[in-house]
């Protein structure tokens, strides 16, 4: 078991012919993931490394069943995109595209919502379940198993880079991972920390969530209540980054869009309380995991299943 | 968010619909004249920060030689670190009752927002937690423009009666169109002016519009200044420098934020690995020169041009490179880009540190590069915050 992508999950590609879509799909299918199509208007009837090209998504649909969709277009045609997606009764849809305007994140967030699907991102790296070998995204580049293998740890990033580097350090305690999602750099995303909290409950083979965070937005407070409330019950491990940029003028962004402080919405520190004091285990330290790892899974490094 | 002076955003509400108050700006008091201040005029200092009313520096004059006096003022003022070049000459308007209306997008419920208030001149965050009642929050479907029959209810709710509900209506359903229309993040009226004639004005405006649509809003070019929200003060000139570099090719990203003293260059990446890596060092007590975040696979000539950027700063003896395990960055690429640097400024990494730890794509290739050019190297088989310390321990050498 994982969460959201396994090997009932039937992938589409929208914008597969692009340049950074053609590096995704040569590295994904190399992992061993099945790409049954992509979308390009105007492409219909190519081969992208195998992967039959059509001008909609209502074609994919009607000829390979595809259920999730990778949308890898640029930010003026994303909006269009994940709206096509909907309309063809996708349920799952990665948006990586970075820099898509806010007002039309709104509204591709808005429709998803009226139709129950999950949109994970925009700015995403996306999500891999090293079980059953497949990603969704660019998320482990050209060698996936050098950080994600196999496990019982769920891991919630809102870096994409962190994603992966949190699979090695939990690879590196002596564990693996279920699946690893980047939730995407931006303040307005579909899919956040306690939304995907919800879905590890209830997922048998978690046994902990390790999760990154960074300055700004209120998602870390929004999983505190959420574990207060009962809603989740397992190990959770978490580090925030950037406790530094308390110290900056207010309103300045570092790193991610997201991240970015205003009055006292968005500090580290209060993060850290928030979640420290619904009973997350906060590491001050990143390396720091490494051991709270260990120690919360009372496994010995190596026994790792 | 870009930010927008307010003459900007006054004559964009004006060009739609919205009215504004007379106004004009100027760069030195000397271009007042007489005839110019007939009437009552308000003064504003024209730089891209909010609470300036706070700051002083906004200032009301009744005669010429007032007008004169409190405009020199404004333009000795530094205000929040933006020194005062133009101030913003406006009528002033004849007011009855100080409103308020701001439209922006609920980080929680993922909407547009509008918050209204008949109660003026307050801070309306303490009015939304002392007094609700007296606030409207009302949000707005996507996809939908505000009907009026929406706006209405708004004012209405507020008590607004008569003429002035029409005209209040009016007014709100073009501000919802300026908001649609060219992406804001924010759009604030503060104060909404009822004047004793029973118009509304939007006498003040804050307006902030979304960089990543300037792409479809040719009209705003030299309006907004793009990527304004990552400073807290004007850019220097190694940070325009940077920008330049960072524009240059939309490949990945070189950002660059220079810091007070310090004695290591800080080149990290990405979005969060940057931001743990600062914060590593930090906590083992020493000061980056600089805040810098490049990743997104950059190609070389940005990579040599960002790491020349950080290593010219004066002060610098040693360099941090640190990247979380990439995804699609290229190691080779980034080796090669600042090895290129350090060899352009005739660099030793015997007398000066440099410590690098990069892992993933095209690693070992890498490794070769920077190892070649006498650089300290670590892969994955150490974490950032290990090799931060190493960085520590070696600047202990030079400084």
Same mark, same amino acid.
């Given at each position: 078991?994982?969460?959201?992508?396994?090997? =009932?999950?039937?992938?589409?590609?929208?914008?597969?012919?692009?340049? /950074?879509?053609?590096?995704?799909?040569?590295?994904?299918?190399?992992?061993?993931?099945?790409?049954?199509?992509?979308?390009?208007?105007?492409?219909?009837?190519?081969? $992208?490394?195998?992967? #039959?090209?059509?001008?909609?998504?209502a074609?994919? $649909?009607?000829?390979?069943?595809? =259920?999730?969709?990778?949308?890898?277009?640029?930010?003026?045609?994303?909006?269009?995109?994940?709206?096509?997606?909907?309309? =063809?009764?996708?349920?799952?849809?990665?948006?990586?595209?970075?820099?898509?305007p806010?007002?039309?994140v709104?509204?591709?967030?808005?429709?998803?919502?009226? /139709?129950?699907?999950?949109?994970?991102?925009?700015?995403?790296?996306?999500?891999?379940?090293p079980?059953?070998?497949?990603?969704?995204?660019?998320?482990?580049?050209d060698r996936?198993?050098?950080?994600? @293998? #196999?496990?019982?740890?769920? @891991?919630?990033?809102?870096?994409?880079?962190?994603?992966t580097?949190?699979?090695?350090?939990i690879?590196?305690?002596?564990?693996? $991972?279920t699946?690893?999602?980047?939730?995407?750099?931006d303040?307005l995303?579909?899919?956040?920390?306690?939304?995907?909290?919800?879905?590890?409950?209830?997922?048998?083979?978690?046994?902990?969530? @390790?999760?990154?965070? %960074? #300055?700004?937005t209120?998602?870390?407070?929004?999983?505190?209540?959420?574990?207060? %409330?009962?809603?989740?019950?397992?190990?959770?491990?978490?580090?925030?980054?950037?406790k530094?940029?308390e110290?900056?003028?207010?309103?300045?962004?570092?790193?991610?869009?997201?991240a970015?402080i205003?009055?006292?919405?968005?500090?580290?520190?209060?993060?850290?309380?928030?979640?420290?004091?619904?009973?997350?285990? $906060?590491? %001050?330290?990143?390396?720091?995991?490494?051991?709270?790892?260990q120690?919360?899974?009372?496994?010995?490094?190596?026994?790792?299943? | !968010?870009?930010? !927008?002076?307010?003459?900007?955003?006054k004559?964009?509400?004006k060009?739609?619909?919205?009215?504004?108050?007379g106004?004009?700006?100027?760069?030195?008091?000397?271009?007042?004249?007489?005839?110019?201040?007939?009437?009552?005029k308000?003064?504003?200092?024209?730089?891209p920060?909010g609470k300036?009313?706070?700051?002083?520096?906004?200032?009301?004059?009744?005669?010429?030689?007032?007008?004169?006096?409190?405009?020199?003022?404004?333009?000795?003022?530094?205000?929040?670190?933006?020194?005062?070049?133009?101030?913003?000459?406006?009528?002033?308007?004849?007011?009855?009752?100080?409103w308020?209306?701001? &439209?922006?997008?609920?980080?929680?419920?993922?909407?547009?927002?509008? &918050?209204?208030?008949?109660?003026?001149?307050?801070?309306?965050?303490?009015?939304?937690?002392?007094s609700?009642?007296?606030?409207?929050?009302?949000?707005?479907?996507?996809?939908?423009?505000?009907?009026?029959?929406?706006?209405?209810?708004?004012?209405?709710?507020?008590?607004?009666t008569?003429?002035?509900?029409?005209?209040?209506?009016?007014?709100?359903?073009?501000?919802?169109?300026?908001?649609t229309?060219?992406?804001?993040?924010?759009?604030?009226?503060?104060?909404?002016?009822?004047?004793?004639?029973?118009?509304?004005?939007?006498?003040a405006?804050?307006?902030?519009?979304?960089?990543?649509?300037?792409?479809?809003?040719?009209?705003l070019?030299?309006?907004?200044?793009? *990527?304004?929200?990552?400073s807290?003060?004007?850019?220097?000139?190694?940070?325009?420098?940077?920008?330049?570099?960072?524009?240059?090719?939309?490949?990945g990203?070189?950002?660059?934020?220079?810091?007070?003293? *310090?004695?290591?260059?800080? !080149?990290?990446g990405?979005? *969060?690995?940057?931001?743990?890596?600062?914060?590593?060092?930090?906590?083992?007590?020493?000061?980056?020169?600089?805040?810098?975040?490049?990743?997104?696979?950059p190609?070389?000539?940005k990579?040599?041009?960002?790491?020349?950027?950080?290593?010219?700063?004066?002060?610098?003896?040693?360099?941090?490179?640190a990247?979380?395990?990439s995804?699609?960055?290229?190691?080779?690429? !980034?080796?090669?880009?600042?090895?290129?640097a &350090?060899?352009?400024l005739?660099?030793?990494?015997?007398?000066?540190? &440099?410590?690098?730890?990069?892992?993933?794509?095209?690693?070992?290739?890498?490794?070769?590069?920077?190892?070649?050019? *006498?650089?300290?190297?670590?892969?994955?088989?150490?974490?950032?915050?290990?090799?931060?310390?190493?960085?520590v321990?070696?600047m202990?050498?030079?400084?």
């Amino acid at each position: 078991m994982a969460i959201l992508i396994d090997s =009932n999950t039937r992938m589409v590609v929208q914008g597969i012919t692009g340049r /950074e879509a053609t590096m995704i799909v040569d590295h994904t299918t190399s992992y061993g993931t099945k790409i049954y199509a992509g979308v390009t208007p105007g492409k219909g009837g190519q081969l $992208v490394r195998g992967v #039959p090209v059509y001008d909609t998504v209502a074609e994919a $649909v009607k000829y390979h069943q595809v =259920n999730a969709s990778l949308i890898v277009v640029p930010p003026a045609f994303t909006l269009d995109a994940v709206l096509e997606a909907i309309a =063809n009764g996708i349920q799952l849809i990665v948006v990586t595209t970075e820099n898509v305007p806010q007002h039309d994140v709104v509204k591709l967030l808005y429709a998803a919502k009226q /139709e129950n699907v999950t949109i994970i991102g925009p700015n995403t790296a996306g999500i891999i379940n090293p079980k059953d070998r497949i990603k969704m995204g660019s998320i482990g580049g050209d060698r996936p198993e050098r950080c994600f @293998v #196999p496990g019982n740890v769920g @891991v919630i990033s809102r870096s994409g880079g962190m994603t992966t580097e949190s699979s090695w350090m939990i690879k590196r305690a002596g564990f693996g $991972v279920t699946t690893s999602i980047g939730i995407g750099g931006d303040s307005l995303i579909g899919t956040t920390i306690a939304d995907l909290l919800a879905l590890f409950e209830k997922d048998e083979e978690t046994h902990a969530v @390790v999760t990154f965070s %960074e #300055p700004g937005t209120s998602f870390e407070e929004d999983a505190a209540q959420f574990i207060k %409330e009962g809603g989740f019950t397992k190990p959770l491990i978490s580090f925030v980054a950037g406790k530094f940029t308390e110290s900056m003028p207010d309103g300045t962004v570092f790193g991610h869009a997201g991240a970015m402080i205003s009055g006292d919405v968005g500090k580290p520190s209060l993060k850290m309380k928030a979640l420290r004091d619904a009973g997350a285990h $906060v590491v %001050e330290r990143y390396d720091e995991m490494i051991n709270v790892l260990q120690n919360v899974l009372q496994v010995k490094v190596g026994d790792a299943k | !968010m870009g930010r !927008m002076l307010e003459d900007a955003s006054k004559t964009l509400l004006k060009q739609n619909g919205v009215p504004v108050p007379g106004h004009s700006v100027i760069s030195s008091s000397e271009e007042l004249t007489a005839d110019q201040l007939s009437t009552p005029k308000v003064l504003k200092a024209l730089v891209p920060v909010g609470k300036r009313g706070k700051a002083g520096a906004i200032k009301f004059a009744e005669t010429f030689e007032e007008a004169k006096v409190k405009a020199e003022e404004i333009f000795r003022m530094t205000v929040r670190n933006y020194p005062v070049d133009k101030v913003l000459v406006e009528e002033k308007v004849d007011i009855d009752k100080e409103w308020y209306v701001s &439209i922006t997008i609920d980080p929680q419920k993922k909407i547009p927002v509008i &918050i209204a208030t008949t109660e003026g001149g307050i801070e309306v965050e303490d009015l939304v937690k002392d007094s609700p009642h007296q606030v409207v929050v009302y949000h707005v479907k996507p996809f939908e423009p505000l009907h009026p029959y929406q706006a209405k209810e708004i004012w209405s709710r507020l008590g607004v009666t008569g003429k002035p509900l029409v005209k209040a209506t009016s007014v709100l359903c073009k501000l919802y169109e300026v908001f649609t229309k060219y992406d804001c993040t924010i759009l604030e009226i503060n104060p909404l002016v009822l004047t004793k004639d029973a118009n509304v004005i939007a006498a003040a405006s804050v307006m902030g519009v979304d960089d990543s649509s300037l792409f479809r809003h040719p009209e705003l070019e030299g309006l907004v200044e793009s *990527g304004s929200e990552r400073s807290w003060r004007p850019l220097t000139e190694l940070e325009k420098e940077m920008v330049k570099v960072n524009d240059a090719d939309y490949r990945g990203t070189a950002r660059y934020t220079e810091m007070d003293g *310090g004695e290591i260059g800080f !080149m990290c990446g990405g979005g *969060g690995g940057s931001l743990l890596s600062f914060d590593a060092l930090i906590n083992l007590g020493v000061r980056p020169a600089n805040y810098s975040e490049t990743g997104g696979n950059p190609p070389e000539e940005k990579v040599a041009g960002l790491a020349k950027g950080i290593l010219s700063k004066e002060g610098v003896k040693g360099l941090f490179v640190a990247h979380n395990i990439s995804n699609n960055t290229q190691i080779d690429i !980034m080796a090669k880009g600042i090895v290129r640097a &350090i060899q352009e400024l005739g660099i030793n990494p015997q007398t000066f540190p &440099i410590v690098v730890r990069e892992a993933g794509v095209n690693d070992e290739e890498g490794k070769r590069i920077f190892e070649e050019a *006498g650089i300290t190297y670590f892969g994955e088989d150490r974490t950032i915050e290990e090799a931060a310390a190493e960085m520590v321990k070696k600047m202990k050498g030079v400084s």
